[in-house]
C-alpha cells in the first residue's frame, strides 16, 4: 500500500493537504500527519480514528489545523488555517492498521507502519 499525498491553497491563505490510500482495500486503524524540520526530531501533528473520526492533535497545531477523512476514498485531509513561519516542515502523512489500544491514540512514529512521500509546506513572514 502505498500513501500518496497532494495538497492546495485555498482562498484566504489557507492549505490543505491530502493523503490517499492506494488500495481500496486498505482500512487504517488510524491516520496521521506529522511534520520534520532540519536538526528537530519529527512532531507530531494530529491523528484521526478511521473508525469514527476521532481526532488528536499535537499542542502546537491545536485550533488551527484540522484533520479529517473520506472512509470511501480511502483519503485523510489537514486543513491548516492561520499558518505562521515556524509551520515550516515537511509533512508527512502516516498509517497503522493495527492498533491494538484503546484507552490512548498513537503520536510517536514508530507506532505507524506507513508513510507517505512528504510534501513541502514553506510559510513566509
Known amino acids: 500500500v502505498q500513501l500518496v499525498e497532494s495538497g492546495w491553497m485555498q482562498a484566504g491563505g489557507s492549505l490543505t493537504l491530502s493523503c490517499s490510500a492506494s488500495?481500496?482495500?486498505?482500512?487504517?486503524?488510524?491516520m496521521s500527519w506529522f511534520r520534520q524540520t532540519p536538526g528537530r526530531e519529527q512532531e507530531f501533528v494530529a491523528s484521526?480514528?478511521?473508525?469514527?473520526?476521532?481526532?488528536n492533535y499535537g499542542d502546537s497545531v491545536k485550533g488551527r489545523f484540522t484533520i479529517s477523512r473520506d472512509n470511501a476514498e480511502n483519503t485523510q485531509y489537514l486543513q491548516m488555517n492561520s499558518l505562521k513561519p515556524e509551520d515550516t516542515a515537511v509533512y508527512l502523512c502516516?498509517?497503522?492498521?493495527?492498533?491494538?489500544?484503546?484507552?490512548?491514540?498513537?503520536?510517536?512514529?514508530?507506532?505507524?507502519?506507513?508513510w507517505g512521500q512528504g510534501t513541502q509546506v514553506t510559510v513566509s513572514s
Open positions: 484521526i480514528r478511521w473508525s469514527d473520526g476521532r481526532t
Open positions: 488500495a481500496r482495500s486498505f482500512t487504517p486503524r488510524y
Open positions: 502516516a498509517a497503522v492498521v493495527d492498533y491494538s489500544d484503546e484507552t490512548e491514540t498513537p503520536d510517536q512514529s514508530w507506532e505507524f507502519d506507513y
